[in-house]
């Protein structure tokens, strides 16, 4: 009874805050979140990396460990979007998106820190920096089909991640005033997108729902089987497995839809949403089932 009592504690937080989101999506339908996206994207990001790769513990070897173990685990998503994309019949590149880059860092980083504390956070943060540093750079590429070394150039999210494998790798001390600042900086941006999360399945409709829902099927589903299958590849145990388990469950990031909403047409864009909205509401049911599971066999 202990673990679904704690469960409960792990879950709640982070879906009561989405449905304050809702709440006030469907109180206010007009209201404006271009704030939260620009926050996020610029600030609020770069924050997420540097504070929770720096301040919690994490060592150099671990982050290459992690950040290397769930490349593999994107490699796996996108072998599963191109087979599912191919089947029906979608744009493989355009789409791609939601497959590969998951909710890890709005959703999967408070999960992973109420489950598993601080070295969880850390763990958890070397995921959701390479993921991060995907949506700024691979996920513009895929939505607009080119290539341009001028986005990752300009993108916040690429110099947070050199900055902090630069600091743990030379075991930097940061001034407390940085920490205390990346503290509050993160977790505002975990809460105000996590809202704006609720705001957004609100508005965002649902096009062609039974391919949506294939489509989120084997995002919520197949992910955490190839997690899994990282795990007993490299023998992973504890908290760092349960951890990888938890951020490969992750539903489609709303950023997917952002990025592909500036980059890629219409058809696309109305795909893409159709897909986060299905694999979020999927994600209520298969992410307790994940962190229990997590919770029981990997602490």
Do not use: W
């Amino acid at each position: 009874m202990e673990i679904y009592y704690r469960l409960f504690e792990v879950i709640f937080p982070v879906f009561f805050v989405v449905g304050i989101g809702y709440y006030i999506g469907k109180k206010n339908p007009k209201i404006d979140t271009s704030f939260i996206t620009n926050f996020g994207a610029n600030i609020g990001s770069p924050a997420i990396v540097i504070y929770s790769v720096t301040t919690t513990g994490l060592t150099f070897q671990i982050f290459v460990n992690y950040f290397s173990y769930y490349f593999l685990a994107i490699l796996g998503f996108a072998i599963i979007g191109i087979v599912f994309l191919s089947i029906l019949k979608k744009d493989i590149i355009m789409e791609l998106p939601p497959f590969i880059l998951p909710n890890t860092g709005n959703m999967g980083l408070p999960i992973c820190l109420f489950a598993y504390g601080s070295q969880g956070l850390g763990i958890a943060g070397a995921i959701a920096a390479l993921i991060i540093l995907f949506h700024f750079t691979l996920g513009v590429f895929l939505a607009s089909k080119k290539f341009d070394i001028s986005i990752i150039l300009k993108s916040p999210a690429f110099y947070a991640v050199i900055i902090s494998v630069l600091i743990i790798y030379f075991k930097i001390q940061i001034p407390n005033f940085i920490v205390n600042t990346t503290m509050l900086l993160t977790y505002a941006t975990i809460f105000l997108i996590l809202m704006s999360l609720g705001i957004a399945l609100t508005r965002l409709k649902v096009f062609s729902f039974n391919k949506a829902l294939i489509s989120s099927i084997a995002r919520v589903f197949l992910g955490p089987l190839v997690g899994i299958l990282i795990i007993y590849t490299f023998n992973l145990s504890g908290v760092a497995a349960g951890v990888l388990l938890i951020q490969c469950s992750m539903p489609s990031a709303i950023l997917n839809y952002l990025v592909g909403s500036i980059y890629s047409p219409k058809k696309v864009v109305d795909n893409i949403a159709s897909m986060i909205v299905v694999s979020t509401v999927l994600s209520f049911i298969t992410i307790p089932i994940v962190v229990l599971i997590s919770l029981k066999y990997f602490s």
